[in-house]
């Protein structure tokens, strides 16, 4: 059931956002526009509260619970960033905006890029293991919550090997065609 439930609020966030970029060019109501996409850490609320729910009315821990912690963190971390890249995308396409400007590939902006992706990346990661501790204190028994333990174990060495790929390009920078 939590499964469902993420993807739920993974289609409810994109729902909101599309809306209030919706709203927002094609109505031409920009405080409408704003009020939907500020309406999308609602959808994260929603989602820790129905784990919480489930894991208290007896569920046992698995995976799933964890990555709707995950979940959380990540879109608290990269949401803005998604928001602020569809909304250029929605400006210049419908409200006449600049065109948007396109990531760095080479060089050292790339490679200041890669690691603010790195660093948005362990802020989710420290998101996600406070609401999964959170999680675990909130539930308080430790047979049916040992599952959540192994996620953001898991999860660091996701964020570790994100580190040495995102880090090497500060040492070793992509160079452009020509070089």
């Known amino acids: 059931m939590i499964g ?6 993974e289609i409810a ?17 920009k405080k409408g526009g704003a009020a939907l996409l500020l309406m999308t850490p609602v ?19 698995e995976f799933m619970h964890g990555l709707a912690a995950v979940y959380i963190g990540v879109t608290i971390a990269f949401g803005h960033r998604m928001i602020h ?24 902006a790339h490679a200041r890029r890669e690691r603010q992706g790195w660093f948005r ?11 999964i501790f959170l999680m675990i ?6 047979e049916r919550t040992e599952a959540l333990k192994q996620v953001p174990l898991l999860w660091a060495c996701i964020v570790g090997i994100d580190f040495v790929i995102s880090f090497s390009y500060t040492l070793w ?7």
């Open 43 to 61: 959808v994260d609320l929603l989602l820790i509260i129905l784990t919480i729910m489930d894991l208290r009315g007896g569920a046992e821990a």
């Open 137 to 142: 204190v909130v539930v308080n028994d430790p």
């Open 4 to 9: 469902i439930w993420i993807v739920g609020c």
């Open 85 to 108: 890249w569809a909304d250029e995308r929605f400006d210049y396409r419908f409200g006449g905006g600049p065109k948007p400007h396109k990531a760095p590939k080479y060089g050292k």
């Open 13 to 29: 966030f994109w729902v909101l956002v599309l809306a209030g970029l919706s709203v927002r060019y094609l109505a031409g109501w």
């Open 173 to 179: 920078p992509r160079k452009g065609k020509g070089y």
């Open 121 to 131: 990346h362990a802020l989710a990661w420290v998101i996600g293991s406070i609401l």
